[in-house]
């Protein structure tokens, strides 16, 4: 782990010894959607260690304001599923969830979310809000953030800085 790197800044989540390599699938989600001309937020759905479903923002692709990364996986892992309450699933996202996408793995009673970046203008894991932990809500969620933050940064970093040019 890069702990030393990368210091977990919301939440008491513990990291296990996959998280790095899952995030890391959720960065090459997130090169995926810089490609594509979206913004580069990727995520992975994984449930009792298996990968069941990746994603990556494409509201552009499909004119669709709710197709962000968390929200595609989320959609795919019930598919997969065949249900809609995904308890004991962990989302990965490279940053920080916004308060759509925090609603949605609220309300699919997702188990735990592990960030990379956070977002400090509307991330909902801890930066900005605090939804998932709010224990007003229905269901509360273990959220763990700052894993490879800095790589996800770089990817979100340099995708707007070439759009700059």
């Not at 260690?49 to 990746?54: C, N």
Request: proline share 2%; hydrophobic share 45%; charged share 25%.
């Amino acid at each position: 782990m890069r702990a030393a790197r990368n210091t977990i800044i919301s939440g008491t989540g513990v990291l296990d010894s996959n998280d790095e390599k899952l995030m890391a699938l959720a960065i090459e989600q997130a090169r995926l959607a810089a490609a594509d001309g979206e913004v580069p937020v990727g995520a992975i759905a994984v449930i009792d260690g298996t990968v069941i479903a990746v994603a990556h923002n494409r509201p552009i692709a499909l004119d669709d304001p709710t197709a962000h990364a968390e929200m595609l996986a989320l959609r795919e892992a019930g598919r997969k599923l065949h249900r809609y309450r995904l308890s004991g699933l962990t989302m990965y996202v490279t940053i920080e969830p916004c308060v759509m996408c925090i609603g949605g793995l609220v309300n699919a009673r997702v188990s735990r979310i592990v960030f990379g970046a956070r977002d400090d203008k509307t991330g909902a894991a801890g930066s900005v809000y605090d939804i998932g932990r709010d224990g007003r809500l229905n269901h509360t969620i273990e959220i763990a953030g700052g894993l490879l933050a800095d790589e996800c940064a770089a990817v979100m970093r340099e995708f707007f800085r070439d759009r700059r040019k």
